[in-house]
């Protein structure tokens, strides 16, 4: 994800968090992946999370760039799902920026 998809993606994630009342923390898109780091509600299951982000954020992309739609798919149904805990912001920030040197 480059560009504009990319640019858009970043847009749909925020809009997403927005009407949720989530913070987005640590965002990170790589052309092949997206790492995201998120404070929620008290009342928001962890599961919710990545299906309103994917969901809304893959009808966004291929809303407004049809060659999109000749993807089977704009995801895998693989992810990583954690809450942070006692684990510091630097911690996640130190995580994400290794990451994307890789």
Known sequence: MV????DRLEQS???????N??????????????QLCM???PSTLPSDMPRLLT???AHDLREEFPPLCTLPSLGTRSLFLSTA??????????????????
Do not use: C, F, N
């Open 39 to 41: 404070r929620s509600t």
């Open 13 to 19: 994630i925020h809009e997403v968090g927005d009407e």
């Open 85 to 102: 805990g006692t684990v510091s912001q630097e911690i996640i920030q130190r995580y994400s920026e290794r990451q994307a040197k890789t």
């Open 3 to 6: 560009g504009p998809v990319r």
């Open 55 to 57: 969901g809304r954020s």
């Open 21 to 34: 009342g989530w913070q987005s923390m640590q965002l990170a898109i790589q052309p092949d992946h997206v």
